[in-house]
């Protein structure tokens, strides 16, 4: 086994569409201040997400019956690029154009895909992902939530934890046990399309160290939800949720989340004049660029693989976890270079409001969407060493 890192390019056709984007969102993002551009994919701001649906900017690649606009995913790959390195608010509707959606088209019975994903492009509605338990995250196969067969429908119990954006969705996507675990564990579990308004769902929004109410804990006490909730096979989940990953792992986020920070950074070093960076700082910066120019690279080629139809799961691991390290350096990086310290007050510089956010959150970079050591076992297992 080896990794399929083929050289890819972005066809040139797409350049029209980079244009398009970046004028938008000069325009949009004209008085957003560093600390907000700094949240990136955490981002959230309804009114923006409702612009980009009018665009046509959600569920781009998904079929026109369904609400979606059947472009390429090589234009998807510009747009979000272009807004992650903008710093644009997309944490609203990330969720659903990037994972819900596409899982939906895969699994989702007609009648789902129909009902939901054009309200979904036009703006309606949004999703959020529940597979995180209290006890389980990376050993996802030990998920205890329940769902019950009843004449109502399904029965949900249980309790979800780290659910990003829940507080604010209107569906999750979410992971339940329907029988006892078999022989494997992987068996019985089950994934639902849950309307979060029905009765015996609470939600309480968990704020973080950056005092940002980004994740939820999603709590399901006897919760009725209608038959025709159940995405997929029933018994079907993992190989459902394993399938859903790969779209999670190799994308632009993936090392993007820091760029409006290196943008402040240079910004910061160049404000008397190149000359006053110093050698130190213009070879840093054209470290991290060529590093940056890589996964950027890397990431082509996985999108290439993906709209192949091919599996790229090693290929997104280890993109994910380049990325990490990536990201999670350059707080410390930026730091070091200016020699201001990290500050949220507002009238801190910019470069510091945005270090300050960055440096409270990269550290869950290495968390969210898998950790570095299950990142490694993935890798490890897809080069036979393991
Ligand atoms: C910002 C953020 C957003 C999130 N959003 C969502 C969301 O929207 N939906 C959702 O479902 N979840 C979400 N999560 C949860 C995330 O998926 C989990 O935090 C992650 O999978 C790790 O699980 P855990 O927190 O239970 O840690 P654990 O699994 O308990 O891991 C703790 C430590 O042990 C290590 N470890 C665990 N097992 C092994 C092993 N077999 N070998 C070696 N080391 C191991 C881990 O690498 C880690 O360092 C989010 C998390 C963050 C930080």
């Known amino acids: 086994m080896h990794f399929r890192f083929d050289p890819a390019r972005l066809p040139a056709a797409t350049e029209a569409l980079r244009q398009e984007v970046r004028a938008?969102?000069?325009?949009?993002?004209?008085?957003?201040?560093?600390?907000?551009?700094?949240r990136t994919w955490m981002g959230v701001d309804r009114e923006f997400s409702q612009k980009v649906a009018a665009r046509?900017?959600?569920?781009?690649?998904w079929p026109k019956r369904y609400g979606g606009h059947e472009r390429t995913a090589f234009e998807r790959y510009v747009l979000i690029e272009e807004?992650?390195?903008?710093?644009?608010?997309v944490g609203l509707h990330w969720m659903g154009d990037r994972q819900s959606g596409p899982l939906l088209l895969r699994y989702g019975t007609e009648e789902q895909k129909s009902e939901l994903l054009p309200r979904f492009t036009r703006g309606e509605i949004f999703f959020c992902i529940g597979m995180s338990e209290p006890d389980t995250g990376s050993d996802l196969a030990s998920v205890r939530s329940r769902a019950t067969r009843i004449d109502a429908g399904w029965m949900l119990d249980g309790t979800k934890v780290w659910t990003s954006g829940a507080h604010l969705s209107d569906y999750m996507i979410g992971l339940f046990r329907t029988r006892p675990a078999g022989e494997s564990r992987h068996e019985g579990l089950s994934q639902f399309v849950v309307p979060l308004r029905a009765p015996g769902i609470s939600i309480r929004p968990i704020r973080d160290l950056s005092g940002i109410d980004h994740f939820c804990e999603v709590v399901f006490e006897e919760a009725i939800i209608p038959a025709g909730s159940l995405v997929g096979e029933e018994g079907a989940g993992w190989q459902q949720v394993m399938a859903e990953l790969a779209y999670e792992r190799s994308g632009p986020e993936r090392f993007l989340s820091c760029h409006p920070l290196l943008v402040e950074l240079i910004r910061e070093l160049g404000q008397d004049g190149e000359a006053s960076a110093g050698e130190r700082a213009r070879v840093e910066i054209g470290r991290r660029v060529a590093r940056l120019a890589t996964l950027r690279g890397m990431s082509i080629s996985v999108a290439a693989l993906l709209d192949r139809g091919e599996n790229?799961?090693?290929?997104?691991?280890?993109?994910?976890?380049?990325?990490?390290?990536?990201?999670?350096?350059?707080?410390?990086?930026?730091?070091e270079l200016v020699g201001l310290a990290p500050c949220s007050d507002p009238a801190a510089r910019p470069f510091q409001r945005a270090l300050a956010h960055l440096v409270q959150n990269?550290?869950?970079?290495?968390?969210?969407?898998?950790?570095?050591?299950?990142?490694?076992?993935i890798i490890a297992r897809g080069l036979g060493l393991r």
């Open 83 to 89: 807004m992650l390195a903008a710093g644009a608010p």
């Open 362 to 377: 990269a550290p869950s970079f290495s968390l969210r969407g898998g950790t570095r050591e299950i990142l490694r076992g």
């Open 24 to 38: 938008f969102l000069s325009e949009e993002l004209r008085d957003t201040p560093a600390e907000v551009r700094a």
């Open 56 to 61: 046509g900017w959600l569920g781009m690649t």
């Open 312 to 335: 790229p799961e090693l290929e997104a691991s280890v993109i994910k976890d380049l990325g990490a390290l990536f990201e999670q350096e350059l707080p410390d990086l930026a730091q």
